[in-house]
């Protein structure tokens, strides 16, 4: 089992860059693999990004290409989101979730799931 933990949000103004951290408890951080999700109010929640185990394949939301990436490091049991060129509509709560096997977009297939933390982002 794994618990997942984000940090890294923050206000920033639009055209700037975030990165969030998601630190995942458990031995076996490197056989998960992870994703990201965000929810904006009165919006459902929403995949993100999310990368296999081993870190060689990573899928992104069609409209976040070229301005968000995915990467993990299971050295340090760390997946990351680095957003770049953030809009006001990236404003969210985004989420970090871990699931054994393949990585999917799926948020109904993730079973383990941080709290979350907010980004927003102002105009």
């Known amino acids: 089992q794994v618990q997942p933990v984000e940090s890294g949000g923050g206000l920033v103004q639009a055209g700037g860059s975030l990165r969030l951290s998601c630190a995942a408890s458990?031995?076996?951080?490197?056989?998960?693999?992870m994703g990201w999700f965000r929810q904006a109010p009165g919006k459902e929640r929403e995949f993100v990004a999310a990368i296999s185990w081993r870190g060689a394949d990573t899928y992104y939301a069609d409209s976040l290409k070229g301005r968000f990436t995915i990467s993990r490091d299971n050295a340090k049991s760390t997946a990351y989101l680095q957003m770049n060129s953030l809009k006001p509509e990236d404003t969210a709560v985004y989420y970090c979730a871990a699931r054994n096997y393949r990585a999917t977009t799926a948020a109904s297939e993730y079973p383990y799931w941080g709290q979350g933390t907010q980004v927003t982002v102002s105009s």
């Open positions: 458990g031995r076996t951080f490197s056989s998960y693999a």
